[in-house]
């Protein structure tokens, strides 16, 4: 359960990325051209320097064109690809790329003034990075660069430009407008959103959404999701590709439909619900039987099913010798005894070391059939999404809906994210929840093992605070998550996690500020949500050998909320 650990100096990161990114322009005016060079990789590496060998151009994923740059981080290089880029002095230029794959950085050296970068973190799909630079009085070049992070999966990096006057190096040719996009289409809805994909248009560094003729969002990718919309309600939708060089013309338009209830997956649970982790190993922690979770735990996570070899498809394995010789027939036992006292069970899937990987069709069936086949063998209520590695939105969305289709309307789906899962809607992980928001249960960030994130008020906060829990579970709220789908995950002692515990007082003062608007610290949410689900932690075990005071103090105060 306990994320992995960010590298030293990603804190640093966000702070310096979060400042760059405050002095973004406008358009590139009509007379700026692209001054860098080969920024599609359309010519291999060529007026690129890739550190240790690390780049190379491959002809999948690409964003436009036919290549795009692979560079991957190895060792203690991160896999920097720089171009020296001829500029004008007292010049403003915009750089911008898309980016895809693992952590991602863009930047600019040596403009004279203050050199700027901004980065993401993973990315399932085409992002774009953009920030702006001014040069000084005697510059003349630049070094612009991409790279990933030390341990980090490889990124790609595609559609590279440095926009502005033109320094005479001879870049490459300035944008035109781009074509009207194609394939949109309802990817997903719930009482009071559509979700809308479309296929990405070559040259386009963004795309406006329109609701019957009125622009709504603009975004950097190729999916969106349009919220505050009234249930049982049909809405027409449209969208344009825009670069520097202007706006496309408008899409055929689609019509979604939203749904008549809102979202929520599950029955029988309490309104306000705490979730508690169950370790099916002995790390030191107080070992448990099922019969001997706390009582104040309304859904209990059994962690981990295991990965097999087929792709996506997972087992579990009771580990007895571990549980000092817990059977399975008194597990299954236990499992039923909670269900009869009200309680939920469920199997998570994943972990700090999980290794299960949902990226097709396929694997989405195999992984659908086996969680199915788990509940029917031990009783589990549902399913866990605790995927620390990644997701790709696409398929898990598939293979929650196929579980869901076989498991009807009582299914349990929760999610437990990393902090840098859920900072925007475009994340993956977000996009999953989103998607299957009619069958959704809870989502419980993990608010432990992070580095500082933006709040919904664009200001950066530290884990340990009221602020960092109130300020990003204010993400979730305003992203399209109904209240009673977002929970605090925090671990239940110092044990738990490597570093973000704070006292169980801290948590229920974040939870009364979200549903109360008391006990706020110097963030406030801009209304209550009294309808907040609750909390999580890791673990019901780990609480166990803290004299259970995690779920004695915040498990009665969930339940108290009212």
Request: proline letters at 3%.
């Amino acid at each position: 359960m306990p994320a992995r650990r960010w590298a030293v100096g990603l804190a640093t990161a966000v702070t310096a990325s979060v400042l760059s990114l405050t002095g973004l322009a406008g358009q590139a005016q009509a007379a700026d051209v692209n001054n860098a060079k080969n920024g599609g990789y359309e010519s291999g590496l060529s007026s690129w320097t890739c550190s240790a060998g690390s780049g190379t151009t491959v002809s999948s994923p690409v964003h436009g064109g036919s290549a795009a740059l692979k560079a991957t981080p190895a060792g203690q290089d991160n896999a920097q690809c720089t171009q020296s880029v001829k500029v004008k002095p007292n010049s403003t230029y915009t750089l911008s790329a898309w980016v895809q794959g693992g952590y991602s950085y863009l930047g600019v050296t040596g403009t004279g003034t203050t050199d700027v970068s901004t980065w993401t973190p993973d990315s399932a799909s085409w992002k774009q990075l953009s920030t702006t630079f001014t040069t000084g009085a005697s510059t003349s070049s630049v070094t612009v660069y991409t790279h990933g992070w030390y341990g980090q999966a490889a990124y790609y990096a595609d559609d590279l430009s440095v926009l502005g006057p033109d320094g005479g190096g001879s870049g490459d040719p300035a944008p035109t407008v781009p074509a009207t996009p194609a394939g949109l289409a309802v990817s997903a809805t719930t009482s009071s959103s559509v979700s809308l994909t479309w296929n990405t248009v070559s040259g386009a560094t963004g795309y406006n959404v329109y609701r019957s003729g009125t622009k709504v969002t603009a975004v950097t990718g190729t999916s969106a999701t349009v919220t505050g919309l009234t249930a049982s309600t049909s809405y027409s939708f449209q969208v344009t590709a825009t670069n520097s060089a202007g706006e496309s013309a408008k899409s055929t338009a689609v019509t979604g439909t939203t749904s008549a209830t809102s979202g929520g997956g599950g029955t029988g649970l309490p309104k306000h619900a705490v979730t508690g982790y169950w370790q099916n190993f002995n790390n030191g922690a107080t070992v448990q039987k099922i019969s001997a979770v706390q009582s104040q735990y309304d859904i209990i996570a059994v962690a981990f099913a295991d990965a097999t070899g087929t792709p996506g498809a997972v087992t579990f394995n009771l580990d007895s010798a571990g549980l000092g010789g817990y059977t399975v027939d008194q597990f299954k036992a236990d499992i039923r005894a909670k269900q009869a006292a009200g309680k939920k069970v469920v199997i998570s899937i994943g972990g700090q070391n999980g290794t299960v990987s949902i990226n097709d069709s396929t694997s989405a069936a195999n992984f659908a059939n086996s969680v199915y086949s788990l509940m029917q063998t031990y009783g589990f209520d549902g399913v866990d999404i605790d995927l620390e590695n990644g997701l790709n939105a696409t398929y898990m969305t598939q293979a929650l809906r196929s579980l869901s289709s076989k498991a009807g309307s009582s299914l349990i789906i929760t999610m437990a994210p990393q902090t840098i899962d859920m900072q925007s809607t475009s994340n993956s992980y977000f996009q999953t929840a989103l998607n299957i928001k009619d069958i959704l249960t809870v989502v419980n960030m993990q608010y432990y093992n992070s580095g500082s994130m933006l709040g919904c008020d664009g200001k950066v906060y530290s884990q340990g605070s009221v602020d960092f829990l109130t300020a990003l579970a204010c993400i979730q709220l305003q992203g399209g998550l109904a209240p009673s789908q977002v929970g605090l995950g925090l671990p239940a002692s110092t044990s738990g996690a490597g570093s973000g515990y704070v006292s169980p007082t801290v948590v229920s003062n974040a939870l009364d500020c979200l549903a109360k608007l008391t006990n706020c610290g110097s963030f406030k949410p801009s209304k209550a949500y009294p309808d907040l689900r609750g909390a999580m932690t890791w673990s019901t075990n780990w609480d166990a050998s803290a004299g259970n005071a995690w779920s004695n103090s915040v498990g009665a105060h969930v339940h108290a909320l009212g």
